[in-house]
């Protein structure tokens, strides 16, 4: 079964760190991998994408790392800020085009 | 360049009625896909139209089908609703081109009573 998980599930930190979301996914042969925010109660908002032959992708101060061998991505969010705060999702579209998606981490900025 | 959007924004039904969402797909993208989304879970994928086809499932009942339109634009219809069937409906369209990228709708959230 295909799967994704996403550590830690809730994450408290004060504005200003940086901080990394882990997410681990059991298919190597992926397609691409997305980052996704998502505001309570809102739609997904596109953050990053990895392709399947890339390492890394940046936008900002957000950089994603896709590691296929390991089945590991990291969402690397430098110097946060109360705006970030939201749920991070990660999810990989599989060779069948079905994208698998993680539960998320909850992320809450400290002012 | 219009985004995707979805209609109703929210929707209550009972149990055993019909329901019918809508999604209208970004601009130049011809394939639409579906998700639920239960609280506290992440989006569960439903299926994925391309070209007015359907091209591929994930595991939901019958009960639950879809169309898409020669503008690419898509329905998503559940039958005999279930108090189970509450969540946020998310669409998202995509380019085959683009490397398949994502872009979602602000769906709809339903319940059922």
């Known amino acids: 079964k295909q799967e994704v998980t996403q550590i830690p599930a809730a994450l408290s930190v004060p504005e200003g760190e940086n901080l990394v979301l882990n997410c681990s996914f059991t298919d190597s042969a992926i397609y691409n991998l997305q980052w996704f925010r998502q505001d309570p109660g809102k739609g997904l908002t596109s953050l990053l994408l990895?392709?399947?032959?890339?390492r890394e992708q940046t936008s900002g101060r957000l950089n994603a790392s896709l590691d296929k061998s390991s089945g590991r991505s990291t969402l690397y969010i430098a110097a946060s800020q109360p705006g970030d705060s939201a749920t991070y999702l990660c999810a990989f579209m599989n060779r069948d085009d079905k994208i698998i998606f993680g539960k998320g981490t909850r992320l809450h900025i400290l002012p | 360049e219009t985004g995707v959007t979805q209609s109703p924004t929210h929707l209550i039904k009972t149990r055993g009625q019909q329901v019918t969402l809508r999604c209208s797909s970004q601009?130049?993208?011809?394939?639409v896909s579906w998700y639920q989304q239960a609280l506290g879970q992440g989006p569960q994928f439903i299926f994925q139209y391309y070209r007015e086809e359907e091209n591929g499932r994930g595991n939901f009942p019958p009960r639950f089908s879809g169309l898409q339109f020669p503008n690419y634009s898509s329905e998503l219809n559940v039958n005999a609703l279930e108090l189970d069937d509450s969540a946020l409906y998310l669409c998202?369209?995509?380019?085959?081109?683009?490397?398949?990228?994502?872009?979602f709708g602000p769906g709809t959230r339903l319940t059922v009573l």
């Open positions: 601009s130049g993208h011809n394939t």
């Open positions: 998202a369209s995509s380019e085959p081109g683009l490397y398949n990228e994502q872009f």
């Open positions: 990895i392709q399947s032959s890339q």
